[in-house]
């Protein structure tokens, strides 16, 4: 039976981001979904989610201070190669480098930094919070059944500029271009919380526990 892992390293609460996932894992048949903060759990598990609510540095600073989380973490995506997902400030730990407050190093898995957000429009107001319509910029499996205009739920104030454009999978217009979805390999990206996103975001989260990159 496949596990899927939702890591906890005190960087948010998982309780609603638990119940959607265990909720399309239980329609699925797709296995067991736990939240932990035990690396053993985490290197063993089939796929890993890493959500994130608050600063760029203090959730890398919590990521690699926990009890071996960071290394597990490593170990099950760069060298075992289990789907991730990485959610809201999850999904900016991926860069290369985190501009918030300070100059932090990220997970370096897709190049780029995570860089305020500077609407062209000074009456769009930051944070980014509320719902914005997704426009898909390429096909991925994660997208099954999601079309450009579906709306999803955002609430932040930073975001993910991509070196590689090709990496940006799905963006929204908030007075200028910012990132929404980025993928490569095994590895997936969501700035928006899925689990907050009614059925879109439930339709992305059971797309990723399908997905067999």
Request: include cysteine; proline fraction near 6%; charged fraction near 20%.
């Amino acid at each position: 039976m496949s596990l899927t892992a939702l890591i906890d390293y005190e960087s948010g609460n998982l309780h609603s981001a638990e119940k959607a996932f265990q909720k399309m894992a239980a329609d699925l048949g797709e296995g067991t979904v736990v939240v932990t903060s035990d690396a053993d759990v985490v290197a063993r598990a089939d796929r890993v989610v890493l959500p994130g609510d608050g600063a760029f540095p203090a959730c890398a600073a919590a990521l690699r201070g926990t009890g071996g989380l960071y290394e597990a973490l490593v170990e099950a995506v760069e060298v075992k190669g289990r789907p991730f997902l990485g959610i809201c400030v999850g999904m900016q730990l991926m860069a290369t480098w985190g501009r918030e407050y300070s100059d932090t190093p990220g997970l370096d898995w897709v190049g780029g930094q995570v860089v305020p957000i500077a609407p062209s429009d000074p009456k769009l107001k930051v944070p980014h919070m509320g719902w914005n319509d997704l426009v898909l910029g390429a096909a991925h499996p994660v997208f099954d059944g999601i079309a450009s205009g579906d709306h999803t739920y955002f609430v932040h104030s930073y975001h993910f500029e991509v070196a590689d454009p090709a990496l940006r999978l799905a963006h929204v217009d908030y007075g200028g271009d910012v990132t929404a979805v980025i993928g490569t390999g095994t590895m997936l990206g969501m700035q928006f919380h899925p689990e907050k996103s009614q059925d879109v975001g439930l339709r992305m989260i059971r797309n990723f526990l399908t997905w067999t990159p």
